[in-house]
Protein backbone atom coordinates (compact mmCIF):
# COMPACT_ATOMS: atom_id res chain seq x y z
CA UNK A 1 0.00 0.00 0.00
CA UNK A 2 1.74 3.67 -1.30
CA UNK A 3 1.82 6.35 1.33
CA UNK A 4 -0.57 8.21 -0.41
CA UNK A 5 -3.48 6.21 0.16
CA UNK A 6 -2.18 6.10 4.06
CA UNK A 7 -2.18 9.49 4.33
CA UNK A 8 -5.58 10.79 3.30
CA UNK A 9 -6.47 9.13 6.36
CA UNK A 10 -4.94 12.23 8.25
CA UNK A 11 -7.00 14.51 6.10
CA UNK A 12 -10.35 12.39 6.80
CA UNK A 13 -9.63 12.59 10.67
CA UNK A 14 -9.62 16.42 10.22
CA UNK A 15 -12.45 16.95 7.67
CA UNK A 16 -15.26 14.08 9.11
CA UNK A 17 -17.26 16.31 11.84
CA UNK A 18 -21.03 15.49 11.21
CA UNK A 19 -22.11 12.91 13.83
CA UNK A 20 -25.73 11.38 14.30
CA UNK A 21 -27.30 8.27 16.24
CA UNK A 22 -28.25 5.15 14.92
CA UNK A 23 -30.77 2.50 15.51
CA UNK A 24 -30.03 -1.47 15.75
CA UNK A 25 -30.09 -3.25 12.94
CA UNK A 26 -30.25 -7.33 12.69
CA UNK A 27 -27.22 -8.97 11.71
CA UNK A 28 -27.46 -9.76 7.60
CA UNK A 29 -25.68 -13.63 7.06
CA UNK A 30 -26.11 -14.09 3.52
CA UNK A 31 -23.94 -12.89 0.64
CA UNK A 32 -25.66 -12.10 -2.89
CA UNK A 33 -28.92 -13.07 -1.50
CA UNK A 34 -30.65 -11.34 -4.07
CA UNK A 35 -28.29 -12.59 -6.67
CA UNK A 36 -27.27 -8.69 -7.71
CA UNK A 37 -23.62 -10.12 -8.65
CA UNK A 38 -25.18 -10.89 -11.91
CA UNK A 39 -23.49 -14.69 -10.85
CA UNK A 40 -24.05 -17.61 -8.59
CA UNK A 41 -21.66 -16.57 -6.32
CA UNK A 42 -21.86 -17.54 -2.36
CA UNK A 43 -24.53 -20.45 -3.70
CA UNK A 44 -23.47 -23.79 -3.18
CA UNK A 45 -25.06 -25.93 -5.66
CA UNK A 46 -26.12 -29.56 -5.69
CA UNK A 47 -27.56 -30.54 -8.92
CA UNK A 48 -29.91 -33.46 -10.35
CA UNK A 49 -28.41 -35.77 -13.82
CA UNK A 50 -30.66 -33.04 -15.58
CA UNK A 51 -30.94 -29.55 -14.41
CA UNK A 52 -29.48 -26.31 -14.35
CA UNK A 53 -28.88 -23.26 -11.68
CA UNK A 54 -28.25 -19.82 -13.37
CA UNK A 55 -29.41 -16.27 -13.27
CA UNK A 56 -32.25 -14.76 -14.78
CA UNK A 57 -33.37 -11.45 -15.16
CA UNK A 58 -37.08 -12.53 -14.23
CA UNK A 59 -36.73 -10.76 -10.95
CA UNK A 60 -39.07 -10.07 -7.72
CA UNK A 61 -36.99 -6.67 -7.36
CA UNK A 62 -32.84 -5.60 -8.74
CA UNK A 63 -31.83 -7.25 -12.04
CA UNK A 64 -31.15 -10.46 -10.86
CA UNK A 65 -32.55 -13.86 -9.71
CA UNK A 66 -31.83 -16.92 -9.55
CA UNK A 67 -33.48 -20.11 -11.31
CA UNK A 68 -33.29 -23.99 -10.70
CA UNK A 69 -34.94 -26.16 -13.35
CA UNK A 70 -35.15 -29.70 -13.00
CA UNK A 71 -36.00 -32.06 -15.71
CA UNK A 72 -34.80 -35.38 -14.17
CA UNK A 73 -37.67 -37.28 -12.49
CA UNK A 74 -37.13 -38.44 -9.77
CA UNK A 75 -34.50 -36.18 -8.39
CA UNK A 76 -33.70 -32.80 -6.14
CA UNK A 77 -32.16 -30.24 -7.34
CA UNK A 78 -30.54 -28.33 -4.26
CA UNK A 79 -28.97 -24.37 -3.80
CA UNK A 80 -28.17 -23.68 -0.42
CA UNK A 81 -26.54 -20.95 1.26
CA UNK A 82 -24.36 -22.39 3.70
CA UNK A 83 -22.52 -22.44 7.28
CA UNK A 84 -23.52 -19.01 7.37
CA UNK A 85 -22.67 -17.02 10.86
CA UNK A 86 -20.16 -19.22 11.93
CA UNK A 87 -18.96 -17.73 15.23
CA UNK A 88 -21.75 -14.92 15.28
CA UNK A 89 -25.34 -17.15 15.48
CA UNK A 90 -25.40 -18.31 19.01
CA UNK A 91 -27.60 -21.87 20.01
CA UNK A 92 -31.24 -20.72 20.64
CA UNK A 93 -30.65 -17.26 18.59
CA UNK A 94 -33.61 -15.74 16.79
CA UNK A 95 -33.62 -16.38 12.59
CA UNK A 96 -35.30 -14.52 10.87
CA UNK A 97 -35.92 -15.87 7.24
CA UNK A 98 -37.27 -14.27 4.39
CA UNK A 99 -37.35 -14.64 0.33
CA UNK A 100 -39.23 -14.02 -2.77
CA UNK A 101 -40.24 -17.31 -4.85
CA UNK A 102 -42.21 -18.35 -8.10
CA UNK A 103 -42.41 -21.64 -10.15
CA UNK A 104 -43.79 -23.86 -12.39
CA UNK A 105 -44.60 -27.58 -12.02
CA UNK A 106 -44.91 -30.65 -14.34
CA UNK A 107 -46.93 -33.85 -12.46
CA UNK A 108 -45.31 -34.24 -9.24
CA UNK A 109 -43.27 -31.49 -8.89
CA UNK A 110 -42.33 -29.39 -5.93
CA UNK A 111 -40.44 -26.95 -4.23
CA UNK A 112 -39.52 -26.68 -0.53
CA UNK A 113 -37.32 -24.21 1.41
CA UNK A 114 -35.27 -25.94 4.45
CA UNK A 115 -33.25 -24.72 7.10
CA UNK A 116 -30.20 -26.53 9.07
CA UNK A 117 -28.22 -25.49 11.88
CA UNK A 118 -24.89 -27.17 11.56
CA UNK A 119 -22.21 -28.80 13.73
CA UNK A 120 -18.49 -28.26 12.96
CA UNK A 121 -17.20 -30.83 10.78
CA UNK A 122 -20.46 -31.94 9.43
CA UNK A 123 -23.99 -33.02 10.80
CA UNK A 124 -26.84 -30.80 12.38
CA UNK A 125 -28.06 -30.02 15.56
CA UNK A 126 -31.58 -29.33 13.94
CA UNK A 127 -33.25 -29.51 10.50
CA UNK A 128 -36.75 -28.37 9.31
CA UNK A 129 -38.97 -27.82 6.79
CA UNK A 130 -39.88 -24.21 6.59
CA UNK A 131 -44.08 -24.06 6.78
CA UNK A 132 -43.78 -28.06 7.23
CA UNK A 133 -44.32 -28.07 3.99
CA UNK A 134 -43.42 -27.96 -0.24
CA UNK A 135 -43.54 -24.19 -1.03
CA UNK A 136 -47.07 -23.00 -2.21
CA UNK A 137 -45.55 -21.65 -5.56
CA UNK A 138 -47.80 -20.26 -8.39
CA UNK A 139 -46.39 -18.09 -11.53
CA UNK A 140 -46.33 -14.94 -9.20
CA UNK A 141 -43.47 -13.80 -7.54
CA UNK A 142 -44.63 -13.76 -3.75
CA UNK A 143 -42.77 -13.18 -0.81
CA UNK A 144 -41.83 -15.61 2.12
CA UNK A 145 -41.39 -14.76 6.13
CA UNK A 146 -40.39 -17.22 8.59
CA UNK A 147 -38.99 -17.04 12.48
CA UNK A 148 -37.13 -19.59 13.76
CA UNK A 149 -34.51 -20.57 16.37
CA UNK A 150 -31.04 -21.82 15.86
CA UNK A 151 -30.31 -25.59 17.14
CA UNK A 152 -28.90 -26.22 20.50
CA UNK A 153 -25.50 -25.91 18.59
CA UNK A 154 -24.13 -23.82 15.71
CA UNK A 155 -20.44 -24.56 15.80
CA UNK A 156 -20.72 -24.83 11.76
CA UNK A 157 -23.39 -21.81 11.57
CA UNK A 158 -26.60 -22.30 9.81
CA UNK A 159 -28.06 -23.60 6.31
CA UNK A 160 -30.68 -22.10 4.47
CA UNK A 161 -31.55 -24.22 0.88
CA UNK A 162 -34.13 -24.39 -1.81
CA UNK A 163 -35.23 -27.88 -3.41
CA UNK A 164 -36.70 -28.40 -7.06
CA UNK A 165 -38.14 -31.67 -6.40
CA UNK A 166 -39.46 -34.02 -9.51
CA UNK A 167 -41.73 -37.21 -8.66
CA UNK A 168 -41.33 -40.66 -10.07
CA UNK A 169 -43.33 -40.03 -12.55
CA UNK A 170 -42.48 -39.20 -16.44
CA UNK A 171 -42.90 -35.51 -16.97
CA UNK A 172 -42.30 -34.49 -13.62
CA UNK A 173 -40.59 -31.15 -13.54
CA UNK A 174 -39.86 -28.08 -11.65
CA UNK A 175 -38.92 -24.63 -12.40
CA UNK A 176 -38.19 -22.60 -9.14
CA UNK A 177 -37.23 -18.63 -9.14
CA UNK A 178 -35.76 -17.32 -6.11
CA UNK A 179 -35.23 -13.78 -5.43
CA UNK A 180 -34.00 -11.44 -1.86
CA UNK A 181 -32.96 -14.04 -0.06
CA UNK A 182 -32.21 -12.67 3.77
CA UNK A 183 -31.16 -14.64 6.93
CA UNK A 184 -30.56 -12.15 10.17
CA UNK A 185 -29.57 -12.67 13.20
CA UNK A 186 -29.87 -10.32 16.33
CA UNK A 187 -26.62 -8.08 16.39
CA UNK A 188 -25.54 -8.78 19.98
CA UNK A 189 -23.97 -5.74 21.26
CA UNK A 190 -23.31 -4.07 17.21
CA UNK A 191 -25.14 -1.88 15.76
CA UNK A 192 -24.67 -0.94 11.24
CA UNK A 193 -24.97 2.30 10.86
CA UNK A 194 -24.43 4.90 7.73
CA UNK A 195 -25.87 2.09 5.94
CA UNK A 196 -25.68 0.79 2.76
CA UNK A 197 -22.49 1.54 1.90
CA UNK A 198 -21.47 2.94 -1.36
CA UNK A 199 -21.46 -0.20 -4.22
CA UNK A 200 -18.12 -1.10 -5.20
CA UNK A 201 -16.93 -2.54 -8.60
CA UNK A 202 -18.68 -5.90 -7.50
CA UNK A 203 -22.15 -4.11 -7.74
CA UNK A 204 -22.17 -4.71 -4.01
CA UNK A 205 -21.97 -2.75 -1.06
CA UNK A 206 -18.65 -3.51 1.67
CA UNK A 207 -20.49 -5.06 4.74
CA UNK A 208 -19.04 -4.64 8.41
CA UNK A 209 -19.72 -7.31 11.02
CA UNK A 210 -17.83 -9.04 14.30
CA UNK A 211 -17.74 -12.32 15.81
CA UNK A 212 -16.74 -13.36 19.26
CA UNK A 213 -16.58 -11.50 22.31
CA UNK A 214 -17.51 -7.93 23.31
CA UNK A 215 -16.42 -8.29 26.70
CA UNK A 216 -12.92 -6.33 27.16
CA UNK A 217 -12.07 -8.73 29.82
CA UNK A 218 -12.38 -11.56 26.75
CA UNK A 219 -10.41 -9.33 24.59
CA UNK A 220 -11.83 -11.83 21.79
CA UNK A 221 -13.01 -9.12 18.83
CA UNK A 222 -12.42 -10.02 15.02
CA UNK A 223 -13.90 -7.87 12.79
CA UNK A 224 -14.82 -8.92 9.11
CA UNK A 225 -15.57 -6.73 6.09
CA UNK A 226 -17.51 -8.43 3.48
CA UNK A 227 -18.66 -8.18 0.12
CA UNK A 228 -15.65 -6.65 -1.32
CA UNK A 229 -14.02 -6.60 -4.53
CA UNK A 230 -11.31 -9.53 -4.65
CA UNK A 231 -7.99 -9.09 -4.03
CA UNK A 232 -8.55 -5.59 -2.62
CA UNK A 233 -6.66 -4.17 -0.25
CA UNK A 234 -8.00 -2.57 2.87
CA UNK A 235 -7.70 -2.17 6.76
CA UNK A 236 -9.60 -1.06 9.56
CA UNK A 237 -10.24 2.75 10.99
CA UNK A 238 -11.94 3.07 14.76
CA UNK A 239 -13.27 6.34 16.79
CA UNK A 240 -15.43 6.58 19.59
CA UNK A 241 -17.41 9.33 17.15
CA UNK A 242 -19.82 8.59 14.34
CA UNK A 243 -20.04 11.15 11.42
CA UNK A 244 -20.26 11.35 7.67
CA UNK A 245 -18.18 12.83 5.34
CA UNK A 246 -19.06 12.11 1.46
CA UNK A 247 -16.39 10.99 -1.01
CA UNK A 248 -13.37 11.72 1.42
CA UNK A 249 -10.03 12.37 -0.24
CA UNK A 250 -11.54 11.60 -4.07
CA UNK A 251 -13.23 7.92 -2.70
CA UNK A 252 -16.12 6.82 -4.45
CA UNK A 253 -17.69 5.84 -1.10
CA UNK A 254 -18.56 7.68 2.39
CA UNK A 255 -16.50 7.86 5.68
CA UNK A 256 -18.64 6.98 8.75
CA UNK A 257 -16.32 8.14 11.39
CA UNK A 258 -15.40 11.31 12.56
CA UNK A 259 -13.19 12.85 16.11
CA UNK A 260 -10.36 11.37 16.32
CA UNK A 261 -9.61 8.19 13.94
CA UNK A 262 -7.14 5.50 14.18
CA UNK A 263 -6.00 3.38 12.20
CA UNK A 264 -5.37 -0.61 12.14
CA UNK A 265 -2.26 -0.37 9.58
CA UNK A 266 0.71 -2.45 11.97
CA UNK A 267 2.04 -4.83 10.83
CA UNK A 268 0.06 -7.80 9.54
CA UNK A 269 -3.47 -5.57 10.03
CA UNK A 270 -3.69 -4.39 6.22
CA UNK A 271 -5.42 -7.02 4.47
CA UNK A 272 -6.05 -8.66 1.26
CA UNK A 273 -10.01 -9.39 0.28
CA UNK A 274 -8.66 -12.48 -1.79
CA UNK A 275 -10.92 -14.37 -3.86
CA UNK A 276 -13.80 -13.94 -1.02
CA UNK A 277 -13.81 -10.24 -1.58
CA UNK A 278 -13.59 -10.52 2.37
CA UNK A 279 -11.24 -9.28 5.34
CA UNK A 280 -10.32 -9.97 9.22
CA UNK A 281 -8.57 -8.96 11.77
CA UNK A 282 -8.38 -10.17 15.53
CA UNK A 283 -8.20 -6.65 17.44
CA UNK A 284 -5.81 -6.29 20.77
CA UNK A 285 -8.67 -3.92 23.03
CA UNK A 286 -5.42 -3.15 25.31
CA UNK A 287 -3.49 -1.89 22.43
CA UNK A 288 -6.44 0.31 20.47
CA UNK A 289 -5.31 2.68 18.25
CA UNK A 290 -6.31 6.62 17.87
CA UNK A 291 -3.64 8.80 16.26
CA UNK A 292 -2.22 10.13 19.78
CA UNK A 293 -1.09 6.53 20.35
CA UNK A 294 -2.88 3.54 21.39
CA UNK A 295 -5.21 3.44 24.09
CA UNK A 296 -7.35 0.28 26.41
CA UNK A 297 -10.56 0.21 25.75
CA UNK A 298 -12.86 -0.09 29.04
CA UNK A 299 -15.97 -1.69 30.11
CA UNK A 300 -18.47 0.24 29.22
CA UNK A 301 -17.54 2.05 26.05
CA UNK A 302 -18.83 2.51 22.78
CA UNK A 303 -16.19 2.28 19.26
CA UNK A 304 -17.05 2.92 16.17
CA UNK A 305 -15.29 1.00 13.40
CA UNK A 306 -14.86 0.96 9.54
CA UNK A 307 -13.19 -0.73 6.63
CA UNK A 308 -11.20 1.60 3.97
CA UNK A 309 -10.40 -0.49 0.77
CA UNK A 310 -8.75 -0.18 -2.55
CA UNK A 311 -11.33 -0.22 -5.70
CA UNK A 312 -11.49 1.25 -9.16
CA UNK A 313 -14.21 2.52 -11.26
CA UNK A 314 -13.75 1.74 -15.17
CA UNK A 315 -10.47 0.31 -15.00
CA UNK A 316 -9.33 3.69 -12.81
CA UNK A 317 -7.81 3.43 -8.91
CA UNK A 318 -10.02 4.74 -6.28
CA UNK A 319 -10.88 4.00 -2.80
CA UNK A 320 -13.96 3.10 -1.06
CA UNK A 321 -15.42 1.97 2.14
CA UNK A 322 -17.95 -0.26 4.23
CA UNK A 323 -20.62 0.75 6.16
CA UNK A 324 -20.29 1.40 10.23
CA UNK A 325 -20.59 -0.64 12.96
CA UNK A 326 -20.75 0.52 16.48
CA UNK A 327 -19.97 -2.08 19.46
CA UNK A 328 -20.76 -1.65 22.54
CA UNK A 329 -17.77 -3.26 24.90
CA UNK A 330 -18.93 -4.91 28.07
Known amino acids: MNQRF ?17 AAQAVELT ?7 GNTSSWVSFPSPNSTFAVTNDVNSGAFAGQVTNLFAPSAAVIKQANLGVGVVNPGDTVTISFA ?3 AFGVGGVAFAEFFSELAGGGTSSSQILGGAPLNLTGNWQTFNFVTLAGPNVS ?5 QFVAATGAINGSTADVFIDDVSVTVPGSGTVNYCGPAALNSTG ?4 MSA ?9 DTTLVCSSMPNNATGFFLTSRTQGFS ?9 LCLAGSIGRYVGPGQIQNSGSLGRVQLSINLALHPTPAGPVAVVSGETWNFQCWFRDSVGGVATSNFSDGLEIQFQ
Do not use: H, I, R, Y
Open 101 to 103: AKG
Open 6 to 22: LSVVSVLCLTATASFSS
Open 156 to 160: GGVTL
Open 211 to 219: TGSFTVAGN
Open 31 to 37: TNGGFEL
Open 204 to 207: ASAA
Open 246 to 254: ANPGGSTGN
